[in-house]
């Protein structure tokens, strides 16, 4: 009975007892807009800045139907997550829609500025002031004198001034925000050679696809697969029909979103490719400063056409440093560490190093260095660089371009197959590459336009040479073609080689064709018969085309002459992306 | 492998091509021709903030997120950086995404974008091989002419992978130019005269030559 009527007593009190004052604040309306949107949930343009909290309700004026109620979920800066009341209900982008929100969470207008003179720019206009009604509330008097008395307002907000169209910047959407994306790349080809000599033939058909689905889970990753069907003639005369599995993994982050990047599965290593592919998980991530961190782990496939897997582990560790957000200067250093069935293998230090000054110079060096701890046959010393690569260039405004380059080869001891073709202990142990290469090339457009290319090596059984100049003109006959004339020669570690040859190129949007003549004497070294020379004419005709949709079709002839012998080839590929 | 099993692998690749040809060939394309059409849900990647103020250039007026059905854009008279072969088909995302701005990438180049599947055994200069219409590269007998090892004769019409296993994988890393690199299982068979027996294991070229295995000349 007493709480009976207690209850009876404090009904109608609350029914008629005034708002809480936080209800009965003055209301302002804030104008927004869907960014994106899927079944039951919508982004919105406005945010933290906008005065937006979690709980707030919304509503969506679609064009067509009625209007959709909702409530915000997550709120950042100036994004907002809305989930609608109706969840299945998808609502258009760019719909406009509104949140009643307290003119309190509105951050104050900012005081009036002096008058502006015409070449001044204009006062920056908050996302508050925009969306206010004109009804809205207004600043108490003495808030305003209070306000007046400080400096004038100076700040350009957004870097927003009048000669820019925009009023603001537009947040763009994150990975996981939008609707999952695939996109493929298929693939066929075929090539046949024959030739005269006792009908060897050799045999090359590929068919494969290479997808990524972005965002498929929700989580803004990517998924990717690379698969390849090939059939081909073995060096034994075999033949070999081969599933390649070239990925199959799944990446996310590393944008400029999210600082930490992973990915598993069989890939390419994503922070050093240097270090090949990987049936395993990659981590990486990005500091302030812009530098990255990241290690791996896994098993490496071998490096041949086979890509058989599971016989070598390896572990490995990489920082890039970067020397500002341009990242026209980089420099990264690199360990791994491998196993090739449960044994210590190979333990490589990888440097490299990239300038790309806006000026067209291009600067890049890397090196690779094996160590060894005595545990392998032939390589006694303990420290060996294997390979470097050293390149300057200088592209210049016009097309034209100026190279040197340098490399170095040496075979590291390895006891993983496919990698490196195996070499007897000897050769192992001696065999080296050192090459310079100095190349260049006038603006490539140019009524006449010429290129060069001068190199010379030195490796353990000698030194050589080549050298090749040309020049190449517009075809008068045909739109967008040109005609080269390349003469060459060089000296390797079998063969002088010698002679020249004619080209044509024309290109279109839709097309391209290629045909080629070249003759050119291949001089054994150390016979004196009339065996030691190859007169060899080789003809080549090749044409493409392209579609809208994303198809090529190519199609390609050659065909080489030399003594009494000759040997043809042909090819077909079709590729499609889209 | 036994030539039935062979066969059946055979017949099983031969699908695969056939199907993967017709699917490229026939197969749905979502964006057919409309290289520059804006997705829903992709939401506005691109910054805008140097855009014209008219939005009608470029959008329909029912949806910003549709563009016009006239609407091409000029890329190289509008950012002074043409897009060459593929590139003029790709759709602006592979380029305007969530990396970051795209001038830093575009300033390293193809590697700044594509991945080097070489694993950096090849350099930065893809130019030497690659074209921009499509990554089939081409001039490898004019590379080899370049090289220590020019391609004579015989050479001249293997395929690649003959001598680089890796090349389905981007494995191009340089080999040692002594013949038996290539020829180890040639040597092994070679009974007539025994050339293990008579330590003939290395120097293949005191006689032969590279138009014929088979020609061999006493010096």
């Not at chain 2, 001038?103 to 694993?119: I, L, M, N, T």
Request: glycine residues 10%.
């Amino acid at each position: 009975m007493t709480a009976a009527w207690l209850l009876g007593s404090l009904m109608p009190a609350a029914l008629i007892a005034p708002a809480p004052a936080q209800e009965s604040e003055p209301q302002v309306r804030v104008e927004l807009r869907v960014m994106a949107a899927t079944p039951g949930r919508v982004i919105v343009d406005r945010g933290i800045a906008d005065g937006l909290k979690i709980g707030d309700r919304v509503q969506f004026r679609p064009r067509k139907g009625a209007p959709l109620d909702g409530v915000i979920a997550e709120v950042r800066e100036r994004v907002a997550t809305a989930e609608l009341d109706d969840r299945s209900a998808v609502i258009e982008l760019g719909t406009r829609g509104d949140a009643q929100l307290p003119a309190s969470r509105l951050p104050k207008p900012p005081p009036m500025p002096p008058p502006a003179t015409p070449r001044e720019v204009e006062p920056p206009v908050p996302p508050s002031a925009r969306t206010a009604p004109k009804s809205g509330p207004k600043t108490a008097p003495a808030a305003d004198a209070k306000e007046s008395a400080k400096p004038a307002w100076s700040n350009r907000d957004e870097g927003f001034d009048a000669t820019q169209p925009l009023l603001s910047r537009v947040p763009p959407t994150r990975p996981e925000q939008r609707e999952p994306r695939w996109s493929t790349r298929m693939w066929s080809s075929s090539e046949l050679a024959r030739s005269s000599d006792g009908g060897w033939s050799d045999t090359v058909a590929r068919a494969g696809v290479d997808t990524r689905a972005e965002n498929l889970f929700g989580d803004g990753g990517t998924l990717r697969a690379d698969l390849e069907f090939n059939y081909k003639t073995e060096l034994d005369d075999g033949h070999s029909l081969d599933l390649l599995p070239r990925r199959l993994s799944y990446a996310n982050g590393g944008t400029r979103f999210e600082p930490q990047r992973f990915e598993f599965g069989r890939f390419l290593q994503h922070a050093v490719p240097e270090f090949g592919f990987l049936d395993g998980v990659e981590w990486g991530t990005r500091t302030a400063d812009g530098d990255r961190f990241s290690a791996s782990l896994g098993f490496m496939p071998q490096l041949d056409d086979d890509f058989r897997s599971f016989h070598d582990v390896q572990a490995a560790a990489a920082w890039e440093w970067i020397a500002d957000e341009s990242e026209r200067l980089t420099a990264t250093v690199a360990l791994q560490q491998t196993w090739h069935d449960g044994e210590l293998d190979r333990r490589l230090a990888l440097t490299r190093m990239r300038w790309v000054p806006s000026s067209g110079w291009d600067a890049h060096v890397a090196t690779w260095v094996d160590f060894y701890d005595g545990h392998d046959d032939v390589k006694q010393q303990n420290v060996e660089l294997t390979q470097a690569i050293a390149a300057l260039g200088r592209r210049f405004d016009d097309g034209g371009d100026l190279f040197l380059s340098f490399q170095h080869v040496a075979f590291p001891e390895l006891q993983r197959d496919g990698e490196f073709l195996p070499l007897n202990a000897a050769t192992l142990d001696r065999a080296h590459l050192d090459r310079l290469t100095l190349r260049g090339r006038t603006d490539p457009d140019a009524a006449f336009a010429v290129h060069g290319e001068l190199a010379g090596f030195h490796d353990q059984d000698g030194s050589g040479g080549s050298a090749e100049a040309g020049f190449d003109v517009p075809l008068p006959v045909f739109d967008d073609a040109r005609l080269d004339v390349t003469s060459f020669a060089s000296t390797g570690t079998f063969t002088r080689v010698s002679g020249f040859r004619v080209g044509a190129m024309g290109s279109t949007l839709d097309q391209r064709w290629d045909c080629m003549y070249e003759l050119a004497d291949h001089r054994q070294e150390g016979f004196s018969s009339r065996l030691d020379d190859i007169v060899q004419h080789r003809f080549f005709a090749s044409q493409s085309f392209f579609t809208s949709g994303g198809l090529r079709i190519a199609a390609r002839l050659e065909l080489k002459v030399w003594d009494d012998e000759y040997a043809w080839s042909g090819g077909l590929s079709l590729e499609r992306s889209f | 492998m036994g030539s039935t099993t062979l066969r059946r692998r055979w017949r099983a690749g031969l699908f695969a091509a056939t199907a993967v040809t017709i699917a490229a060939c026939v197969g749905a394309d979502p964006r057919a021709g409309a290289r520059h059409r804006w997705w829903t849900g992709l939401g506005p990647v691109l910054p805008h903030e140097s855009f014209p103020a008219d939005c009608g250039i470029c959008h329909e007026g029912s949806g910003w997120n549709t563009m016009r059905a006239d609407f091409d854009f000029d890329h190289a008279k509008e950012t002074g950086v043409a897009l060459e072969g593929a590139h003029a088909q790709a759709q602006c995302l592979r380029c305007h995404n969530d990396r970051g701005p795209v001038d830093v990438f575009a300033a390293k180049g193809c590697g700044g974008c594509h991945e080097d599947v070489h694993g950096g055994d090849l350099g930065s200069d893809c130019a030497r091989c690659h074209q921009p219409d499509t990554w089939q590269p081409s001039g490898q007998l004019e590379a080899h002419a370049r090289s220590r090892f020019p391609l004579s004769g015989a050479h001249s019409r293997v395929a690649c992978h003959q001598c680089h296993p890796g090349a389905f994988v981007g494995n191009f890393v340089p080999n040692d130019p002594s013949c038996v690199t290539c020829h180890r299982a040639d040597l092994a068979r070679a009974n007539n005269p025994p050339h293990l027996a008579l330590g003939f294991v290395d120097r293949c070229d005191r006689c032969h030559l590279p138009t014929d295995w088979r020609l061999a000349e006493s010096k």
